[in-house]
């Protein structure tokens, strides 16, 4: 019982059962459709309170077919919102003018199976995109003052790729091929690179080895990994190879030229241990002055210590850009200025990816799961 009194639990409740009423009031007829649209409520609801508030890693069959429906649901209910919200916007501009009467009873008569289809092609659509896999984005920037050196350096940053219920081993094949096509200086894992444990996910990610042995690779954790079990994941990536940054740096040499690649922890370790926590300025501690320095931290909000610390670009992640719409107007009011792509923190470029996988619903709509190619560039 204590558990369905938690803040939480009753947050997620409240708005859930607000969305069930307001679309049980607008979309059905009788209590049969009522009761039918209850359902997808009912499996999202099942997964925060059921299991995020207990156990993140529940595998079984069952469990699995659960998530995958909660969170297909999950997707097809804002759809679903979204176009009721709409509908109810056309009608009420519609209702008081009397030369749009037409329009206003055509809209009302066709509000219901237009909503219904239209959900259902979004998701369609959605899923399909996300499917796909990641394109390759490329993104040059120039910094004033880079070591003649380092002009030209490529990075290759592949963030959120979630490996676990919805993303498998082929998926990250796809991610290693394109990554090691690029022919990068430096591989970057931004973090949330699963959504599970290493004796389950480990295989999934093997692929991630091979890149590692032809590219040199480094590796900060996300509030996802620390979901997943912070220090057994660290050790992982160690074993398969890449370096792992926590308030840390290592110096890569080019020719005359330095670069310090930087990293912190992801404020969700606090969670765990509450005496750790992203610290920009101790992952400097001890790098060359003369360096040009690049920092990977998953979420983006560090970007102000870091700009103050001294970092000249911060690659990050974690917002996935929002994902889908309507989440990609949301995402902005909790991340902004730096919610995806390139932007400016004071002196310092930022770096948000849009994520290489998708977290949740395997739905894009509005956005692309992206491999990213960031390329230096001396500026004038």
């Known amino acids: 019982m204590k558990r369905f009194l938690q803040p939480f639990v009753l947050t997620v409740t409240a708005i859930l059962f607000a969305g069930y009423a307001y679309l049980a009031w607008r979309l059905t007829a009788h209590a049969g459709q009522a009761l039918a649209l209850a359902v997808p409520f009912v499996l999202v609801w099942i997964v925060p309170v059921f299991y995020w508030s207990v156990d993140r890693d529940h595998g079984s069959a069952l469990d699995q077919v659960l998530h995958q429906a909660s969170y297909l649901c999950m997707a097809w209910l804002s759809f679903l919102l979204v176009l009721t919200l709409a509908w109810d916007a056309v009608l009420l501009l519609t209702r008081w003018i009397p030369a749009l009467a037409p329009v206003h009873a055509f809209v009302g008569a066709m509000g219901v199976p237009v909503i219904l289809a239209g959900s259902v092609l979004a998701m369609v659509a959605g899923g399909l995109a996300a499917l796909r896999g990641p394109h390759v984005r490329h993104v040059d ?142 992952a400097l501690e001890g790098a060359p002055r003369d360096a040009f320095r690049l920092l990977l931290a998953h979420n983006p909000r560090i970007a102000p210590a870091a700009e103050r610390a001294g970092f000249h670009v911060q690659l990050s992640g974690h917002t996935h850009a929002g994902q889908f719409f309507p989440w990609t ?52």
Request: glycine share 12%.
């Open 141 to 282: 920037i120039r910094i004033k003052g880079l070591p003649p050196d380092l002009d030209g350096f490529r990075i290759v940053q592949i963030s959120d790729l979630h490996v676990g219920l919805t993303i498998g081993k082929r998926y990250v094949e796809r991610v290693v091929e394109l990554a090691d096509a690029a022919a990068p200086d430096l591989v970057a894992l931004t973090g949330d690179m699963v959504d599970g444990t290493v004796e389950k996910l480990a295989e999934a990610i093997a692929p991630l080895e091979w890149l590692a042995a032809r590219r040199r690779g480094f590796y900060v954790l996300g509030n996802h990994d620390c979901y997943s079990g912070a220090d057994l994941w660290l050790a992982h990536f160690r074993k398969i190879g890449y370096t792992t940054l926590l308030n840390t740096h290592a110096v890569i040499e080019r020719g005359g030229a330095r670069l310090v690649v930087g990293g912190v922890l992801d404020p969700a370790i606090g969670l765990y241990d509450r005496g750790r926590g992203p610290r920009p300025d101790l």
């Open 329 to 380: 107007l949301a995402v902005r009011l909790v991340h902004a200025p730096h919610v995806a792509g390139l932007s400016c923190e004071g002196c310092m470029w930022v770096y948000v990816s849009a994520g290489t996988g998708t977290w949740g619903p395997p739905v894009r709509f509005g956005t692309s799961p992206e491999l990213t190619v960031l390329r230096l560039v001396r500026g004038t």
